[in-house]
C-alpha cells in the first residue's frame, strides 16, 4: 500500500509537472501492479506456511489408527484415580494379552506393540493427555477407561482420530447409542443387565423398599436408573433416590436421608468413595451389620481394602459382571502372580479379552488400520467356529475359518453396538475379612 500511495503521488507531481494523462494512468497501473505481486507473494508464503504446518498436524493425526502394519495398543487404565484398586487386574490382564498374542507369532507377521497409560479419574486431565500420548505413539485401539465417565472425556477424541477405544469396564448404558463413528466396544456388559440383576436379587430377600444412593455422574446415574426402574416395574417401591457430586467428603446428609426414608434395603453406587459411605452408614446404624439389607456394585466391589475397619462391611453383597472364577482358575493364577499376590481381579478377564478380541479382528481383516479391524470385531465373537485361546483362534484365521471367540468372560456374542447380547453376573458377599469367596453365586442375564 505504501508502494502505490508512493507511485500516486510521483504521478500527481508528474502531472503537475505538465506531464500526459496518459502516461500517469500507465505509472499508476504499473506500479500498483507490482506491489501487487509482491503483496501476494507475500501472502502465498503465509499461507504455505500456515498450511503446510496444518498437513504436518494431519499427517500426524492421520498416524494414530492408520496402520502401518504393527498392530499397536495404548491404554488408558486406572493406575491412580478412585478406580485405582481395579488397576493392577486390568493392566496386567493386558499385559498377559500381548504376551499370549506375540507367543503364538503376533499379528500381521510382527509382534504387537503396547503402551501402557493411566487413566486417572474426572477429577484431573490424566486421560485426555494420556490419549495425546498414544495417538502421538500410533496407537491403533485404546484399551480404556473403566470409568464410563472418564471414557465420554475421550471418546470423541480417539474415534474422531480413526481409533478404536475398547472398554473392559463402561458399563454405563449411553454407549450403546453413542455416536463413536463404529469404533467404540466393550466386553463389560450395559447396567441395563445389571441394574436387572441387583433388583431382582433384591425382591428376591424379600424387601418391598428400597433406597438408592449414588454418584452423580454417567455410571452412578446410569445404574441407579436401571435399578430403580426394573425394582418398580416388579413391585418395588423406591423411598429415596439420592445423587451425590463426586468430590464431596462427608456424606452425613445424605445418610441421614437413608436413616430417614427407613428402607428394607439400601443400594450404594459408588466408587472408593463408598467405604465413607458405609462408615457412616454403620455409624448410624444403618449399615451391613444392622437388619438393613445392604447392598453394593462393581464400581465399590473392592472397597475391603479401602476401609479401617472391614468387619463393618459383614453380610453386605454386591454384583460384578464377572464369568465364573472358578472356571478360569488358571487365568486367575496367573494374574495374581502377575500383580505380585492376590489383589482385586475384576475385569481382569475383560481386558485380556478385549486384547485377544482386536488381535483377532486384525488378523481377519489382513490389517491394522483402526476402521478395518473395528468392522470385523463384532464378528469374530459369534456365529463361527468356537475358540476360546488366541493361538487357537488365529490358526483358524490362518485357515480362512470363520470364528467365534468365547474367551475367558465370553461368550461375548456382540451385537451391531459393540458389546455383548447377554452376560455373568458375580454375586458376592462380602465376610468380617473381606469377600468371602464361599459365598459366591452367578447368574447369567441377557
Known sequence: MRMIALA????????????????????????AGDAVDEAGDAAGEVVDE???????????????????????????????GDLAFLGPAEVQGAELAVADINAAGGVLGQDVVLEQGDSGDTTTDTASTEVDRLLGLGADAIMGAASSAVSKTVIDKITGAGVIQFSPANTSPDFTTYDDNGLYFRTAPSDLLQG????????????ESLSILFRQESYGQGLADAIKANFEESGGTVDAFLPYAVDIESFDAEVDQLVEAGSN???????????????????????????????????????????????????????????????????????????????????GAETYDSVIIVALAAAVAGSDEGKAVAAEINGVTKDG??????????????AG??????????????????????????????????????????????
Open 196 to 207: 436387572r440383576v441387583i433388583s431382582n436379587e433384591i425382591l428376591d430377600q424379600g424387601n
Open 265 to 347: 434395603a439400601i443400594v450404594v453406587v459408588g466408587f472408593a468413595e463408598s467405604a465413607n459411605i458405609i462408615t457412616t452408614m454403620h455409624e448410624r446404624g444403618i449399615g451391613p451389620t444392622s437388619d438393613t439389607n445392604v447392598w453394593g456394585v462393581d464400581g465399590n466391589a473392592g472397597i475391603d481394602g479401602e476401609m479401617d475397619d472391614p468387619s463393618i462391611l459383614e453380610g453386605m453383597r454386591y454384583t460384578v459382571p464377572s464369568v465364573d472364577l472358578g472356571s478360569i482358575s488358571d487365568f486367575i493364577d496367573r494374574l495374581n502372580e502377575a500383580m505380585g499376590g492376590e489383589e482385586e481381579t475384576a475385569y
Open 401 to 446: 475359518t470363520d470364528i467365534d471367540y468365547d474367551g475367558l468372560g465370553g461368550p461375548y456374542e456382540f451385537v451391531d453396538a459393540g458389546e455383548p447380547a447377554a452376560a455373568s453376573f458375580l454375586i458376592a458377599t462380602y465376610g468380617a475379612d473381606g469377600a468371602d469367596d464361599s459365598a459366591a453365586e452367578y447368574v447369567f442375564a441377557s
Open 385 to 398: 467356529e468356537k475358540c476360546t485361546t488366541f493361538a487357537d483362534c488365529i490358526a483358524l484365521v490362518d
Open 8 to 31: 500516486l503521488t510521483f504521478a500527481l507531481v508528474g502531472a503537475a509537472c505538465g506531464s500526459d494523462a496518459a502516461d500517469l494512468v500507465d505509472a499508476v497501473e504499473e506500479t
Open 50 to 80: 500456515v498450511t503446510g504446518e496444518d498437513d504436518e498436524a494431519m499427517e500426524d493425526d492421520a498416524a494414530a489408527g492408520g496402520g502401518d502394519g504393527v498392530l499397536t495398543i495404548g491404554t488408558i487404565l486406572p493406575v491412580t
